[in-house]
């Protein structure tokens, strides 16, 4: 089964946690402070495979976890980074946020690799935070929870050519023609439920040309396909990429015109630059009854819209060689034609410009304390060391987080929420 698209959730690595050490030695009397940084965590990254056609290895695993960093310890030591998580996407793979509905990225040539999960930060040892008047700070940081997200893969097939039409049109009997491909092939709609792939050899046509390009044919479309009916997107987002588009019509059919202008029609709801893309009307099955008649006709109707037709019969091999030096002379040269096709592949990259900023809200009866700062303070805080506290009381302070909450009304025994941590507002401040 052909799999176009998946969820996975991500956990990067949590950093390892900051060592609370003292140097001990003979001979070396108050040693002072020594402990070691944690090592940061274990990242995620996506990375294309060109030998993956489908997002099959995601159907039954969707949860990836990355490793941790290691604790910290004495003699100033730092933790083992953890290690980073490599994931294979085929090309032409779509990666979305599924919480904001964002592209993080669009990744559709080999090499091209993006960070999905950042891994946590190491927390800091105790040796950071000696002063010329606390030379024995028990204080050192907790690890940084890594980056947790819900993502949808989504793989938008790359081929240089698409064959669109209604179903039983014959598009995998000509995509059979053709190229090497052997698709299912019966007298029905809908035989073609996944996208097949071929390799065009217009050596056949033209010694010297030496191009070999892919040719799809997915899924038939139907009246209100580009509102999701029938095969509906799963049809329409691989016809994004291709580089030229064969419209595939049935001459045998009542109204083949009327056929033509049905897809025609999809292709622009879904997405008016679908008709700007180069290609050709395929008038197919003139081994039918009637169908040599009806191509004149035909002919005259698609000339009004700009389009090209070439009168076929896959079934029989009629028009074949006429076909592939027409798609022979759409096609860029061997150069351009090693290049993925369009969109060009991007990563976006955001600046978070609300980084150092943080905000005060209602949340029921508690307060909530929303800011990238503050929640990895407060994640990096050991709350059950005394020390650590009044630490982080210190900086919130610093911060103006306790004025901004003073100024929402909390009081003595209010619940404060910051990230995962829930905290009690005391007499002075923090509980």
């Known amino acids: 089964m052909f799999l176009d698209r998946a969820t996975v959730w991500l956990r990067a690595g949590d950093g390892g946690d900051g060592a609370v050490s003292f140097r001990r030695e003979a001979h070396v009397p108050r040693g002072g402070p020594d402990g070691g940084d944690g090592g940061r965590g274990g990242s995620i990254y996506l990375h294309v495979d060109v030998g993956q056609t489908t997002l099959g290895d995601y159907r039954h695993h969707h949860h990836f976890r990355a490793e941790p960093g290691g604790r910290g310890s004495g003699a100033r030591k730092h933790g083992k980074a953890g290690e980073d998580l490599e994931l294979g ?9 599924t919480r904001t509905g964002d592209l993080i990225a669009d990744l559709v040539a080999a090499g091209q690799r993006v960070m999905v999960g950042r891994g946590g930060r190491g927390g800091l040892g105790n040796v950071h935070f000696a002063t010329a008047t606390h030379r024995t700070p028990m204080h050192a940081q907790k690890g940084e929870p890594g980056e947790e997200r819900q993502l949808l893969l989504e793989l938008r097939l790359i081929a ?7 179903p039983n049109a014959g598009k995998s009997t000509l995509l059979a023609a053709l190229t090497n491909a052997t698709p299912t092939i019966a007298d029905y709609p809908f035989t073609t439920l ?7 050899d217009l050596s056949a046509v033209d010694a010297d040309d030496p191009r070999r390009p892919t040719m799809a044919d997915v899924p ?25 588009l064969l419209h595939v019509v049935d001459l045998g059919a009542r109204d083949p015109d009327g056929d033509r202008l049905i897809v025609r029609e999809e292709l622009r709801l879904h997405d008016e630059r ?7 009307v395929v008038a197919n099955k003139l081994d039918l009854p009637g169908a040599r008649d009806r191509l004149p006709g035909f002919v005259r109707a698609c000339a009004a819209d700009g389009q090209q037709v070439i009168g076929v019969s896959a079934l029989e091999g ?7 030096r027409a798609i022979a002379a759409l096609l860029p040269g061997p150069d351009e034609l090693g290049l993925p096709p369009e969109p060009a592949g991007v990563v976006i990259h955001r600046f978070d410009s609300a980084r150092e900023t943080f905000s005060v809200e209602r949340e029921g009866a508690a307060f909530r304390v929303r800011g990238r700062r503050i929640e990895r303070l ?6 059950g060391n005394e020390e650590s506290g009044e630490r982080f009381q210190r900086d919130l302070e610093r911060m103006g987080v306790a004025r901004e909450l003073r100024r929402a009304g909390v009081q003595p025994g209010d619940t404060v929420l910051v990230g995962e941590q829930e905290l009690e507002w005391g007499e002075e401040g923090w509980a």
Request: charged share 20%; proline share 7%; no cysteine.
């Open 89 to 97: 996407v085929p090309p032409g793979t779509a990666v979305l946020d």
């Open 160 to 166: 240089d050519v698409g064959l669109v039409g209604l």
């Open 378 to 383: 407060v994640a990096q805080t050991d709350f």
């Open 274 to 280: 679908l008709l700007a893309k180069p290609g050709l």
């Open 318 to 324: 009629d028009g074949l060689p006429e076909l592939t």
């Open 194 to 200: 996944e996208p097949n792939l071929g390799v065009l």
């Open 220 to 244: 038939g479309l139907i009246e209100g396909a580009s509102s999701g009916a029938g095969l509906g997107h799963a049809f329409l987002r691989h016809v994004e990429r291709t580089r030229i």
